[in-house]
């Protein structure tokens, strides 16, 4: 990822000096002292010669004498050495010292760029750049290929750039094609395609020993460059960064020391190469502005010998003439589809990629093999995931969501996907301007949320995710006006706009563009929004009346303040009041634009055309991975479009970490104006919450309110919703977090919470066990709750702040094991009445223990062990037990293994019971069971997961019952009644010969 601000701030260190006496390149040695005087005009030649003339005179007197070389077959060769030196000692002694300088640079540099960034460090461990890294491809060019004017405003042919002079990074400095030496090399690329990123491997390779054509790195930031006006000698701006390097310093351009000097980000710096504007000057020891020293190291009139990189994004390439660069090189990013799966192999299978120290346990690495599996088919697929994925930015963007979705065993509150879009904003533009040379000093990012922002809004509210040409105008030249307006856009077209838009690959919308990826068109929409873009024409006279009105009338009021004190007349305090008003009528304007803020929000987060879709993290998910998630035919209309993250995103931004990096990136948003929109959606969102919402929009809106991150709204919003129904919403740990997060909120108990057939296991039961105590009514069936997730049951049911009161665990695997969990729960537990265990594979052994627990329990009232493989024997004693209960009124048994001597016993023991229902059959007797509705409803809504053979098998016992009863009662009405009920029967026999359950 990009790093923009990467400068030590202190000395560092490097790597054993080579000895000057062996193993040195001609290249490495002192050039002679040249200069082309092709740029020099007019009177002013003389002048430079004889200067030229006096700076060689003083080099030549203070430097040793050149070595010598001779010309060998093959390449320069050295001449044999000369005979030692009375001082051969004293240079010995300051090779030595130069030695011991340049290895603590090149330790104080390693150390320095190691450093990751927050949103590196934040998201798990990142594979450090000193030991596994992939290389963008970077191919030679020429000014004339930068130059060449594109005839149409996008850049439709540029995405996948031609490849076929490509050039390792250790060869940026070997001879051209004309068999020149290169000085300067020229790295430039667009933003997102690596280029800090490869050059802070330079150096780290340089610190390793693995650039050994230079024995002295020198980097400098331009941004840092730029921020002073103050003259400086390049000698004391070099030890100003490196202390370490103060001895070393004086020496350099005076030996044959091989020196690289790496400048990187050349487009913050305004470069003159004009003689009236930047003088000559060949004196390190002289002070002049930092933008000279670089003019005069690039034209090799300062320390020629010495070799220099530059980065800089395409626009700024035309700043330095062409005459003093070497080489052109352009990154072109991951545009092989084998870098970018190399890049997400090792970032992905990385040992602690997982959020938890170790090697990850043989699940955890089977579930990171098959994310990395999976986002490799779709990247063959050719789809527009791979083209995002041609800039190195977006391969890391994807692989933090991932990161995000997957491997978070516990989210942190603070954690949130709008902050993970916000950070990688940050770490690619990090405040930086459009163009240095322009005097608005517009952000790069306020620029983008004025266009593309504008185009992503115009595409959500239209349900359009493609955009011709047309719209692309329509957007961004609507107000060009000035030159200096249709400069920003030109350099914008050049440096940023593949960032955000390439051409979609979807057959038939070749000439179209789409965003990155999906999520990014409804982050910028949403940053449009809040950023108070959208505004109507009186809105926006409004506020500049307003701020206009109220500056003149700051200096008004001082002087009607003075002259009061003068001349007390009464119509001065009038007056000043008067004066007040005018601000205040027309700072209306700008509540009212608040107020359009949050209703779009409120109006987008409930928009029931999106109703029933995918919740917005599987969508999300689909979107990079290419599985699960609802999928669009290629043939549908583009208004099938779902733009659900929108709403989040507006909420998101307005969080205050989320503001404070936008703040940095030149999008301020007031804490007045986050306070006021949340004040004016308050009422709606929290109305409009008590409807009901379709268990995926539900998902949706506690997301939202994560996002927010406003504690005391979220509180009032969820004070209200009494029910959570989130059934048969895949539960990730992200999601259990947001959850737990939300309603963890509030102290208030929940009447119901529903997560039935939400792929819930033990490790997302502890994610929600705060929120689980304070349910009501708990549904947990169709999951995979074995025996250790009923260890958190028990413990669950054994808290002091439990109020479970209804618990049902239908079709999980309990087994013997968890029922004995359950039984020490159900013990001790004072607050559950209802406890459904119905199809959990208990057996005779679980029964038995659940019975010989239910004596020391005083409040159970409905126990429910149907289909569980029950015998004669264990279903006796469990209705036994049940009849001496002080509460115990209804106990299920059908569906088990029970023989008709058992069922006559069982209904026996009913005739002298004392209040106790026994659920076992449809009849009763020469009667139909009141209880068959109960039975039959319960059947059919297990039928789709239950073993078909087997509820075969007990419907046809249910129907020779009902059948045979049917034959022995004479009464008219009970015929009738068996008769609907047999019917029933039947239905649910034929679906399943026929398979349509």
């Given at each position: 990822?990009?790093?923009?601000?990467?400068?030590?701030?202190?000395?560092?260190?490097?790597?054993?000096?080579?000895?000057?006496?062996?193993?040195?390149?001609?290249?490495?040695?002192?050039?002679?002292?040249?200069?082309?005087?092709?740029?020099?005009?007019?009177?002013?030649?003389?002048?430079?010669?004889?200067?030229?003339?006096?700076?060689?005179?003083?080099?030549?007197?203070?430097?040793?004498?050149?070595?010598?070389?001779?010309?060998?077959?093959?390449?320069?060769?050295?001449?044999?050495?000369?005979?030692?030196?009375?001082?051969?000692?004293?240079?010995?002694?300051?090779?030595?010292?130069?030695?011991?300088?340049?290895?603590?640079?090149?330790?104080?540099?390693?150390?320095?760029?190691?450093?990751?960034?927050?949103?590196?460090?934040?998201?798990?461990?990142?594979?450090?750049?000193?030991?596994?890294?992939?290389?963008?491809?970077?191919?030679?060019?020429?000014?004339?290929?930068?130059?060449?004017?594109?005839?149409?405003?996008?850049?439709?042919?540029?995405?996948?750039?031609?490849?076929?002079?490509?050039?390792?990074?250790?060869?940026?400095?070997?001879?051209?094609?004309?068999?020149?030496?290169?000085?300067?090399?020229?790295?430039?690329?667009?933003?997102?395609?690596?280029?800090?990123?490869?050059?802070?491997?330079?150096?780290?390779?340089?610190?390793?020993?693995?650039?050994?054509?230079?024995?002295?790195?020198?980097?400098?930031?331009?941004?840092?460059?730029?921020?002073?006006?103050?003259?400086?000698?390049?000698?004391?701006?070099?030890?100003?960064?490196?202390?370490?390097?103060?001895?070393?310093?004086?020496?350099?351009?005076?030996?044959?020391?091989?020196?690289?000097?790496?400048?990187?980000?050349?487009?913050?710096?305004?470069?003159?190469?004009?003689?009236?504007?930047?003088?000559?000057?060949?004196?390190?020891?002289?002070?002049?502005?930092?933008?000279?020293?670089?003019?005069?190291?690039?034209?090799?009139?300062?320390?020629?010998?010495?070799?220099?990189?530059?980065?800089?994004?395409?626009?700024?390439?035309?700043?330095?003439?062409?005459?003093?660069?070497?080489?052109?090189?352009?990154?072109?990013?991951?545009?092989?589809?084998?870098?970018?799966?190399?890049?997400?192999?090792?970032?992905?299978?990385?040992?602690?990629?997982?959020?938890?120290?170790?090697?990850?346990?043989?699940?955890?690495?089977?579930?990171?093999?098959?994310?990395?599996?999976?986002?490799?088919?779709?990247?063959?697929?050719?789809?527009?995931?791979?083209?995002?994925?041609?800039?190195?930015?977006?391969?890391?963007?994807?692989?933090?969501?991932?990161?995000?979705?997957?491997?978070?065993?516990?989210?942190?509150?603070?954690?949130?996907?709008?902050?993970?879009?916000?950070?990688?904003?940050?770490?690619?533009?990090?405040?930086?301007?459009?163009?240095?040379?322009?005097?608005?000093?517009?952000?790069?990012?306020?620029?983008?949320?004025?266009?593309?922002?504008?185009?992503?809004?115009?595409?959500?509210?239209?349900?359009?995710?493609?955009?011709?040409?047309?719209?692309?105008?329509?957007?961004?030249?609507?107000?060009?006006?000035?030159?200096?307006?249709?400069?920003?856009?030109?350099?914008?077209?050049?440096?940023?706009?593949?960032?955000?838009?390439?051409?979609?690959?979807?057959?038939?919308?070749?000439?179209?563009?789409?965003?990155?990826?999906?999520?990014?068109?409804?982050?910028?929409?949403?940053?449009?929004?809040?950023?108070?873009?959208?505004?109507?024409?009186?809105?926006?006279?409004?506020?500049?009346?307003?701020?206009?009105?109220?500056?003149?009338?700051?200096?008004?009021?001082?002087?009607?303040?003075?002259?009061?004190?003068?001349?007390?007349?009464?119509?001065?305090?009038?007056?000043?009041?008067?004066?007040?008003?005018?601000?205040?009528?027309?700072?209306?304007?700008?509540?009212?634009?608040?107020?359009?803020?949050?209703?779009?929000?409120?109006?987008?987060?409930?928009?029931?055309?999106?109703?029933?879709?995918?919740?917005?993290?599987?969508?999300?998910?689909?979107?990079?991975?290419?599985?699960?998630?609802?999928?669009?035919?290629?043939?549908?209309?583009?208004?099938?479009?779902?733009?659900?993250?929108?709403?989040?995103?507006?909420?998101?931004?307005?969080?205050?970490?989320?503001?404070?990096?936008?703040?940095?990136?030149?999008?301020?948003?007031?804490?007045?104006?986050?306070?006021?929109?949340?004040?004016?959606?308050?009422?709606?969102?929290?109305?409009?919450?008590r409807k009901g919402l379709p268990p995926s929009e539900l998902m949706d809106y506690l997301f939202f309110l994560h996002e927010f991150q406003n504690e005391?709204?979220?509180?009032?919003?969820?004070?209200?919703?009494?029910?959570?129904?989130?059934?048969?919403?895949?539960?990730?740990?992200?999601?259990?977090?947001?959850?737990?997060?939300?309603?963890?909120?509030?102290?208030?108990?929940?009447?119901?919470?529903?997560?039935?057939?939400?792929?819930?296991?033990?490790?997302?039961?502890?994610?929600?066990?705060?929120?689980?105590?304070?349910?009501?009514?708990?549904?947990?069936?169709?999951?995979?709750?074995?025996?250790?997730?009923?260890?958190?049951?028990?413990?669950?049911?054994?808290?002091?702040?439990?109020?479970?009161?209804?618990?049902?665990?239908?079709?999980?695997?309990?087994?013997?094991?968890?029922?004995?969990?359950?039984?020490?729960?159900?013990?001790?537990?004072?607050?559950?009445?209802?406890?459904?265990?119905?199809?959990?594979?208990?057996?005779?052994?679980?029964?038995?223990?659940?019975?010989?627990?239910?004596?020391?329990?005083?409040?159970?009232?409905?126990?429910?062990?149907?289909?569980?493989?029950?015998?004669?024997?264990?279903?006796?004693?469990?209705?036994?037990?049940?009849?001496?209960h002080a509460t115990l009124e209804m106990v299920h048994l059908y569906f088990n293994e029970i023989s008709e001597e058992g069922k006559q016993a069982l209904?026996?023991?009913?005739?002298?019971?004392?209040?106790?229902?026994?659920?076992?059959?449809?009849?009763?007797?020469?009667?139909?069971?009141?209880?068959?509705?109960?039975?039959?409803?319960?059947?059919?809504?297990?039928?789709?997961?239950?073993?078909?053979?087997?509820?075969?098998?007990?419907?046809?016992?249910?129907?020779?019952?009902?059948?045979?009863?049917?034959?022995?009662?004479?009464?008219?009405?009970?015929?009738?009644?068996?008769?609907?009920?047999?019917?029933?029967?039947?239905?649910?026999?034929?679906?399943?010969?026929?398979?349509?359950?």
């Amino acid at each position: 990822m990009p790093f923009r601000r990467w400068l030590p701030q202190a000395g560092t260190g490097w790597s054993r000096l080579k000895q000057a006496d062996a193993r040195q390149k001609v290249g490495g040695g002192l050039v002679a002292s040249t200069i082309q005087l092709d740029f020099i005009n007019g009177t002013a030649c003389n002048f430079i010669v004889k200067r030229i003339l006096h700076v060689d005179r003083t080099l030549s007197s203070s430097m040793p004498p050149l070595r010598s070389f001779v010309c060998q077959p093959g390449g320069h060769q050295r001449a044999p050495p000369q005979a030692s030196s009375p001082r051969a000692s004293q240079i010995a002694l300051k090779n030595v010292g130069t030695s011991e300088a340049i290895q603590k640079h090149r330790k104080s540099l390693a150390d320095w760029f190691l450093q990751q960034p927050n949103e590196e460090r934040q998201f798990g461990p990142s594979f450090a750049l000193d030991s596994i890294h992939v290389d963008p491809v970077i191919r030679e060019s020429s000014l004339e290929e930068i130059l060449k004017p594109s005839p149409d405003l996008t850049i439709q042919n540029q995405l996948q750039a031609s490849c076929n002079q490509t050039i390792a990074l250790q060869n940026l400095f070997d001879l051209n094609a004309c068999g020149q030496q290169v000085k300067n090399v020229v790295l430039y690329g667009t933003v997102g395609t690596g280029k800090s990123t490869l050059i802070k491997k330079m150096v780290m390779d340089w610190c390793h020993e693995r650039l050994p054509r230079f024995e002295l790195l020198i980097p400098f930031s331009c941004e840092d460059l730029s921020q002073s006006n103050t003259p400086i000698s390049l000698r004391r701006m070099i030890t100003k960064k490196y202390l370490h390097l103060r001895e070393l310093v004086p020496t350099l351009g005076t030996t044959n020391l091989r020196v690289l000097f790496v400048l990187n980000g050349l487009d913050r710096l305004n470069l003159d190469f004009r003689l009236a504007h930047t003088e000559l000057c060949c004196d390190p020891n002289e002070p002049i502005l930092p933008s000279a020293i670089v003019v005069n190291l690039l034209r090799k009139y300062m320390m020629p010998e010495a070799s220099i990189i530059v980065t800089t994004r395409p626009s700024a390439v035309r700043r330095i003439p062409s005459k003093f660069v070497g080489r052109y090189v352009e990154v072109c990013g991951f545009s092989d589809i084998n870098l970018q799966k190399l890049y997400f192999q090792m970032r992905l299978r990385q040992p602690r990629c997982i959020g938890v120290s170790g090697p990850p346990t043989g699940e955890e690495a089977s579930e990171q093999d098959n994310l990395v599996e999976m986002l490799s088919r779709n990247l063959e697929r050719h789809n527009q995931i791979a083209a995002a994925c041609f800039l190195p930015s977006y391969c890391w963007l994807v692989c933090t969501t991932l990161h995000f979705l997957y491997f978070t065993k516990s989210v942190p509150p603070a954690q949130t996907l709008t902050g993970i879009y916000t950070s990688f904003l940050r770490l690619n533009f990090s405040g930086e301007v459009l163009d240095s040379t322009d005097p608005s000093n517009i952000s790069m990012m306020k620029y983008v949320a004025k266009t593309v922002g504008k185009l992503a809004y115009d595409g959500v509210m239209s349900r359009q995710t493609s955009f011709s040409e047309k719209d692309l105008r329509r957007c961004f030249e609507v107000e060009m006006k000035t030159e200096s307006e249709l400069n920003l856009l030109n350099v914008f077209r050049s440096d940023v706009f593949r960032f955000f838009l390439t051409p979609c690959v979807q057959l038939g919308k070749e000439h179209t563009f789409v965003f990155t990826i999906p999520a990014m068109q409804e982050y910028l929409a949403a940053l449009y929004v809040v950023l108070g873009e959208k505004k109507t024409l009186t809105q926006r006279v409004g506020k500049e009346v307003s701020e206009i009105i109220g500056k003149v009338s700051e200096d008004v009021a001082v002087v009607i303040s003075i002259v009061s004190k003068v001349l007390p007349l009464r119509i001065l305090p009038l007056l000043f009041n008067l004066i007040k008003i005018f601000p205040r009528y027309f700072s209306r304007f700008s509540s009212k634009d608040r107020d359009t803020i949050a209703r779009t929000m409120a109006v987008e987060m409930f928009k029931e055309e999106d109703y029933f879709n995918d919740d917005v993290l599987d969508q999300i998910n689909f979107s990079i991975l290419g599985v699960e998630g609802p999928m669009r035919h290629p043939d549908d209309a583009s208004d099938d479009e779902v733009f659900e993250l929108f709403p989040i995103f507006m909420g998101g931004l307005l969080s205050r970490r989320n503001r404070a990096i936008l703040d940095q990136l030149g999008c301020p948003i007031k804490n007045l104006a986050a306070f006021e929109i949340a004040k004016a959606m308050k009422k709606t969102v929290i109305r409009n919450s008590r409807k009901g919402l379709p268990p995926s929009e539900l998902m949706d809106y506690l997301f939202f309110l994560h996002e927010f991150q406003n504690e005391r709204f979220t509180a009032e919003a969820i004070q209200s919703l009494r029910t959570i129904n989130l059934s048969s919403v895949k539960m990730t740990p992200l999601k259990c977090s947001v959850l737990a997060s939300v309603v963890g909120t509030t102290n208030h108990e929940v009447e119901e919470l529903n997560l039935a057939s939400c792929h819930l296991d033990v490790n997302r039961l502890r994610i929600l066990f705060p929120v689980l105590l304070r349910c009501k009514k708990l549904h947990l069936q169709q999951n995979s709750l074995g025996p250790e997730a009923c260890k958190e049951i028990r413990d669950l049911l054994l808290h002091e702040k439990c109020v479970v009161n209804t618990l049902r665990l239908a079709d999980n695997p309990v087994t013997e094991q968890g029922a004995r969990y359950l039984a020490e729960g159900l013990a001790g537990n004072s607050s559950l009445s209802h406890l459904s265990l119905l199809h959990t594979s208990l057996g005779n052994r679980g029964v038995e223990m659940i019975t010989q627990h239910l004596a020391q329990n005083q409040h159970l009232r409905e126990l429910d062990v149907a289909y569980n493989s029950v015998t004669d024997e264990a279903a006796l004693a469990l209705v036994e037990e049940a009849k001496k209960h002080a509460t115990l009124e209804m106990v299920h048994l059908y569906f088990n293994e029970i023989s008709e001597e058992g069922k006559q016993a069982l209904h026996k023991m009913r005739k002298d019971q004392n209040g106790i229902r026994v659920l076992i059959f449809l009849t009763m007797g020469a009667d139909v069971s009141d209880y068959w509705a109960i039975i039959l409803n319960v059947v059919q809504k297990n039928l789709p997961i239950w073993d078909r053979d087997r509820v075969r098998q007990h419907l046809g016992l249910f129907l020779e019952d009902l059948q045979c009863s049917r034959r022995q009662t004479a009464n008219p009405w009970k015929k009738a009644k068996f008769m609907r009920v047999e019917n029933e029967v039947k239905r649910m026999l034929g679906d399943l010969e026929r398979g349509t359950l």
